[in-house]
Nanobody, 126 residues
């Protein structure tokens, strides 16, 4: 059974940081592009960051550029999202998603992703 499990969320003060993890089971991530999405209360889900299957290409939403870093360790079947300088508007449920990708293409388009985790809550508040 293909499964993605996120962890690392929590309550953090503005300016703080969190490291989110996304672990895959039931399949190897080597040939999958991965993205992080988030959904704030009352808002639509939005793309945050994505990374190609090899890790050679990355992309970020303008709202997180310079503050978030996506990376992957295919040997551990894990993708990370390092966040820093967190703001209250970063609050939401963060989801990782996977799609098969053989050509190093990356995307923050939600419908292109086939597998989703259950999400991890990030709350930025003083």
């Amino acid at each position: 059974q293909l499964q993605l499990v996120e962890s690392g969320g929590g309550l953090v003060q503005p300016g703080g940081s969190l490291r989110l993890s996304c672990v895959a089971s039931g399949f190897t991530l080597d040939y999958y592009a991965i993205a992080w999405f988030r959904q704030a209360p009352g808002k639509e889900r939005e793309g945050v960051s994505c990374i190609s299957s090899s890790g050679g290409k990355t992309n970020y939403a303008d709202s997180v550029k310079g503050r978030f870093t996506i990376s992957r360790d295919n040997a551990k079947n894990t993708v990370f999202l390092q966040t820093k300088s967190l703001k209250p508007e970063d609050t939401g449920v963060y989801y990782c998603a996977a799609r098969e990708s053989l050509f190093e293409d990356i995307s923050l388009t939600e419908y292109e992703y086939d597998y989703w985790g259950q999400g991890t809550q990030v709350t930025v508040s003083s």
